[in-house]
């Protein structure tokens, strides 16, 4: 997470403004720039508070779903982006979101299973 918000701040900076869907009314380089420092926030924070593990994956996992709107904008407008170049690309991209939403409940504690007393 860490190293993608740096991404966003940083060298992949247009390729992420090219995700920002057209309709969102906030600038886009304002919206990259953001995404990027929560996105370091929340990396920083996983590894830096594990007592807040439930919390931050938590936080984490909505984050994944409060950009996902993002990567189906990037679908439906055909925006190429980090090699995304075919309308099949972006498509197949999309079934990774919830992915990284179970991984980040699931680093959060959340899946766990626990020891039955």
């Known amino acids: 997470m860490v190293g993608a918000g740096v991404l966003h701040l940083t060298s992949q900076r247009e390729e992420f403004r090219a995700q920002v869907p057209q309709w969102l009314p906030l600038d886009e380089d304002f919206t990259v720039l953001a ?6 926030g929340l990396g920083a924070a996983f590894v830096a508070l594990p007592r807040q593990q439930r919390l931050v994956g938590v936080l984490l996992a909505a984050f994944f779903v409060a950009i996902f709107p993002g990567n189906i904008a990037q679908y439906v407008e055909g925006v190429d982006a980090f090699g995304l170049d075919t309308d099949r690309a972006r498509l197949v991209r ?19 299973r626990t020891p039955r007393d």
Do not use: M, T, Y
């Open 35 to 40: 995404s990027g420092v929560v996105e370091i």
């Open 94 to 112: 999309l079934f990774f979101q919830p992915v990284l939403v179970l991984w980040a409940l699931f680093g959060g504690g959340w899946l766990r």
